[in-house]
């Protein structure tokens, strides 16, 4: 079998990436940092397309983790505190959740309820709140059964929206 470039691809054919000598599985961090870095130069100097480079990284993405899925549940680590190929491989418990409803806590129960009603309200005071695009004067807000004054008069500002572009890239 020929030596394939990190495109899996005969090296000849389309040299993208010298690696001199390694693989990807006995590389360190620094070189694949290094590897990644190439990448992004040939790009920069024009002797790769950005799009078709991004597209090509997010399909390997795609493949590579499609693989890690498949075979975390088929590893077994030979010893605690395993290295190998640079790499430090362990196991430990991921995703732990906690579930208190069944602890029968009558303060964690009143605690809950509270939260789920004050996160209602602050649901609802956003959704009204996001109906605001410039800043607007509003009159002082009345309880009418009581007459209280509950809000005085202000100006209430718009939210503050944040953010950014991003190129999605969704494989077919």
């Known amino acids: ?11 000849e054919e389309v040299a993208v990436l010298p690696i001199e000598n390694k693989t990807l599985l006995t590389s360190n961090k620094s070189d694949l940092s290094y590897m990644a870095s190439l990448i992004v130069e040939a790009v920069d100097d024009g002797y790769s397309d950005a799009l078709d480079t991004l597209i090509m990284a997010k399909k390997g993405m795609y493949v590579f983790e499609s693989i890690v899925d498949s075979l975390k549940s088929k590893v077994v680590v030979p010893e605690k505190n395993h290295e190998r190929y640079s790499c430090k491989v362990s196991e430990r418990q991921t ?3 906690n579930y208190f409803d069944g602890c029968n806590d009558d ?3 009143s ?9 209602e309200r602050i649901k609802e005071r956003e959704a009204w709140l996001k109906t605001f695009t410039k800043p607007t004067y509003i009159g002082d807000q009345v309880d009418e059964e009581s007459g209280e004054v509950i ?3 202000r100006v209430i500002n718009p939210p503050v929206k944040t953010g950014g572009i991003s190129v999605i890239i969704g494989i077919k």
């Open 95 to 97: 995703g732990v959740k």
């Open 107 to 109: 303060v964690w129960t």
């Open 151 to 153: 809000m005085s008069a």
């Open 1 to 11: 079998m020929k030596d394939l470039n990190l495109f899996l691809q005969p090296k």
């Open 111 to 119: 605690l809950s309820l509270e939260l789920a009603i004050l996160e």
